[in-house]
């Protein structure tokens, strides 16, 4: 167990749909960051939170927000979803200002059909 | 930018043996932190090892070793004595020591082990 807690494990839903990803991050740590892996992909970089308040963009789609609340969890919306957002939705924490690396959650595989 | 490059899609390695993946990166920053994390098939990810930039030696996790070569801004992962477990994807990624809320992740190595 990372410390990184991503619920759920898998989802799957239709297209047009929304669905919210939800992740804790680990204990100590202020910093949320989010990614998306597709099949075969490497990682990209949706968005970042620090302490409550976005701190950087990445490759997000307009339908896609997310928001960190005062506990420091987060949670990722996809909305008005399609086929091509199905994958890995990674959720990663980090002590800003440690030279430590993320730790990951295990994901959420999201299937949309 | 910071960009990170693995110019090997996919390599392959013979149970008990060596292989090195590489990791080219580009950046002005004269301070940051490059990483190596692990992708098995569970798809978790896992942190293998790290290097500060400013540490001339390089750094050694068990089987797995970096060579750091600053001034050539590459950063190349050996794992001796390959194991079965070691088959996965391998990432290469690189953090600034200045702006350290963004990671730089290249687009991964595969890695084989035969038997």
């Known amino acids: 167990d990372s410390g990184v807690t991503q619920t759920p494990k898998h989802l799957i839903t239709a297209t047009g749909q929304r669905v919210t990803l939800r992740c804790s991050p680990r204990s100590g740590d202020l910093s949320v960051y989010w990614y998306q892996q597709s099949l075969d992909q490497g990682l990209q970089f949706l968005i970042q939170y620090y302490n409550g308040e976005e701190r950087a963009k990445g490759n997000i789609l307009e339908r896609f927000s997310a928001q960190q609340f005062p506990d420091l969890h987060s949670e990722l919306n996809l909305s008005s979803l399609e086929l091509g957002d199905s994958a890995l939705y990674f959720c990663?924490?980090?002590?800003?200002?440690?030279?430590?690396?993320?730790?990951f959650g295990s994901g959420t595989r999201l299937t949309v059909v | 930018a910071q960009t990170v490059t693995q110019s090997q899609p996919e390599m392959s390695v013979q149970e008990a043996e060596t292989v090195t993946l590489s990791c080219t990166y580009d950046?002005?920053?004269?301070?940051?932190?490059l990483f190596w994390y692990k992708q098995p098939p569970s798809r978790q990810m896992i942190l293998v090892i790290r290097?500060?930039?400013?540490?001339?030696q390089n750094a050694t996790e068990n089987r797995f070793s970096v060579n750091f070569q600053k001034a050539a801004k590459s950063f190349s992962l050996k794992i001796s004595d390959s194991q079965l477990g070691d088959a996965a994807m391998y990432f290469c990624?690189?953090?600034?020591?200045?702006?350290?809320?963004?990671?730089?992740f290249g687009s991964g190595t595969k890695l084989n082990v035969k038997p």
């Open positions: 990663a924490s980090s002590v800003t200002g440690a030279g430590d690396g993320y730790t």
């Open positions: 990624a690189y953090r600034s020591a200045d702006n350290f809320n963004k990671f730089y």
């Open positions: 950046t002005s920053e004269s301070d940051y932190y």
């Open positions: 290097q500060e930039a400013y540490k001339q």
